[in-house]
């Protein structure tokens, strides 16, 4: 800015300093695990920082790699993000596109009854027993279908569909399109980085799914990556709580390479939605 | 009759046909939201009705209707128990704890970035910080381990080379709470900026200039510009914090936590799903659920009363 005097720049330099080192704390132990999973078995692991690998191998993913378990986790994880998130968007379009039409008749009140969810629940027994009723229990549904939609997100979409002008609309309206036709062929190009915030939400909450899986899914043939990757870090823990001298002989670098291999994909896809959820919460943000 | 009460009955069945006329214009609205009732009735309401079981005796062979009724016995019997009230308190001495400390940490940081003006720098800076909130809990408590253990542990590391004893955070039922709170400071602190990032975006910039026109510090446009633009989010942040008091976070204690540590870490969430599900105790359980939801609502409805009276919006 135009004219600051001394106090003002040093709580620049200050504030940039403060940033910097909050962003690097946060950042230091994914680093570090990064590293460790690079160490080879045998070294041990030095205490102390680690900011660069003495000897780099890959020992621990080519062990990791070969685990059957590992690639069937992996493909039940895809299989639930993918599928899941495509069920989850399905059903939230369409109930955000219908609740955003205020004149629809009786709108208000179930936008109600969907936000009291919010706030009342039946609690996690009842839910348990609804899945075991419907049969869902030790099936890749349990851990999509209970959790299809999720509020905020619908409250999300709403209100960007609230925000695309009516007038848009209308014209479409006038062409003879039914609604089906205008949300396909005028809303949805419209609000892509909404969609795509949207979808990045739940596709991320489908990939690190973990307490519906533990509720629900007992099966290992359909263990999601995240209670494979609690069995790996377990085996380690019962060592760590008895004794809890060396948790690093059962394989430290092994353990934090399987936590690499799950973290990865989250890690290299989310930046990329960046621009969109930042929009697509500041729009949210207004509208309520 | 009267005429206004004959012109009201006119108008009235008036508005019942334009409204009959307005449904059956909506048709394909309400196809719209059938998969969203569908799923809202089953996942949500239904469970509601389920809740009953904590007045019953219940089991699974005779269903939901078909079990006997308890009345409040099972109430009674779990308010008698000693366990009951120790993973109450425990709840709700961390979640406290999760308010006290973890409320401000993402406001202050949220005035900082937006008092960064090196755009390329506050980018970074986000993308780094929203990080951990996208990565699991059980990713989180692995890298916890990792950085906490005795032996190789950076943080035991650096107590060790400053001659201290190392800490066993994770291990020690004395330092198992804090390590609960940072570490639930640490992946949210970042995304929970966010929502007051996007407030201050709304931010007349002109609003900064004029008060730098009129020489006003530094602080002062923190204190009469910024904080003011988002002090309607606080507020609200702040009542669904308070409504949510009885999550302490399920899924973040349930990966951390062991035996060792039951006595200070176990909470009502852990405890429904030990005694329910582990032991099969499924009224018990249940009771224990729903008096956790009864008392959210309770709070949730309070903290907006409160709010209202200081004359901010609440959140209905």
Not at chain 1, 1 to 9: L, P, V
Not at chain 1, 191 to 215: C, D, G, H, K, Q
Not at chain 2, 144 to 166: C, F, K, Q, T, Y
Not at chain 2, 208 to 220: I, K, P, V
């Amino acid at each position: 800015m135009a004219h600051s005097g001394f106090g003002s720049k040093l709580f620049d330099v200050l504030n940039y300093l403060f940033l910097a080192l909050t962003a690097l704390v946060t950042l230091y132990p994914f680093w570090d695990s990064l590293i460790v999973s690079i160490t080879p078995m045998k070294e041990g692991i030095s205490a102390g920082l680690h900011l660069f690998p003495k000897t780099v191998t890959f020992e621990a993913y080519q062990y990791l790699l070969q685990l059957e378990q590992l690639w069937s986790s992996y493909k039940i994880s895809v299989l639930v993000t993918v599928i899941g998130t495509a069920i989850s968007m399905f059903a939230t379009i369409l109930a955000a596109y219908a609740l955003s039409k205020k004149e629809l008749p009786g709108s208000r009140v179930i936008m109600f009854t969907i936000v009291f969810t919010m706030m009342f629940g039946g609690g996690i027994i009842p839910n348990f027993l609804v899945v075991k009723q419907l049969g869902m229990l030790n099936t890749v549904w349990a851990m999509m279908i209970p959790a299809a939609i999720q509020t905020y997100n619908l409250i999300l979409m709403r209100s960007f569909f609230l925000s695309i002008p009516e007038s848009l609309e209308e014209s479409a309206k006038i062409d003879g399109c039914h609604d089906f036709g205008i949300l396909l062929k005028i809303v949805i190009p419209l609000s892509m980085p909404a969609i795509a915030t949207i979808a990045l939400f739940y596709a991320v909450s489908r990939w690190n799914e973990f307490f519906m899986a533990v509720m629900y899914v007992t099966d290992k043939q359909l263990w999601p990556l995240q209670l494979f990757l609690r069995s790996m870090l377990m085996e380690n823990e019962a060592a760590f709580q008895s004794g809890g001298d060396s948790p690093f002989l059962l394989g430290q670098s092994i353990k934090m390479a399987t936590i690499m291999v799950s973290a990865i994909p989250v890690m290299i896809i989310y930046p990329f939605f960046q621009r969109y959820f930042v929009q697509g919460v500041t729009l949210g943000a207004i509208k309520e | 009759m009267s005429v206004p009460a004959a012109a009201a009955d006119a108008r009235a069945v008036v508005a019942r046909r334009t409204l009959w006329k307005r449904v059956a214009r909506s048709r394909y609205l309400y196809i719209m939201l059938l998969p969203a009732i569908l799923y809202y009735g089953i996942f949500h309401y239904y469970p509601m009705y389920g809740a009953l079981i904590a007045f019953k005796q219940f089991s699974i062979t005779k269903g939901i209707m078909g079990s006997p009724w308890a009345g409040f016995k099972n109430f009674e019997y779990l308010f008698g128990l000693d366990k009951f009230w120790h993973v109450f308190w425990n709840t709700i001495v961390i979640s406290v704890y999760r308010l006290v400390f973890g409320f401000p940490f993402p406001l202050i940081m949220a005035i900082l970035m937006n008092e960064a003006r090196k755009l390329l720098f506050k980018k970074t800076v986000q993308t780094i910080v929203y990080l951990p909130h996208f990565i699991s809990w059980v990713i989180m408590g692995g890298l916890l381990i990792n950085l906490l253990s005795a032996d190789g542990g950076v943080v035991n590391g650096a107590i060790r080379s400053l001659g201290g004893e190392p800490v066993g955070f994770l291990t020690d039922d004395r330092y198992f709470r804090g390590t609960l709170v940072w570490s639930m400071i640490w992946k949210e602190f970042g995304w929970n900026t966010i929502i007051y990032m996007a407030a201050l975006a709304g931010v007349n910039p002109q609003l900064y200039e004029a008060a730098l026109m009129d020489g006003a510090s530094r602080w002062r446009r923190i204190w009469h510009i910024t904080l003011p633009s988002i002090r309607a989010t606080i507020v609200i942040l702040l009542i669904l914090r308070i409504g949510s008091l009885m999550e302490a976070g399920f899924e973040q204690i349930f990966v951390l936590y062991h035996p060792g540590v039951y006595n200070v870490a176990d909470i009502i969430d852990t405890y429904v799903y030990r005694i329910g599900l582990t032991d099969g105790r499924f009224s018990l359980a249940a009771a224990v659920g729903l008096f956790k939801s009864a008392i959210n609502f309770v709070l949730l409805v309070i903290a907006n009363r409160l709010s209202r009276m200081m004359g901010e919006n609440g959140i209905y």
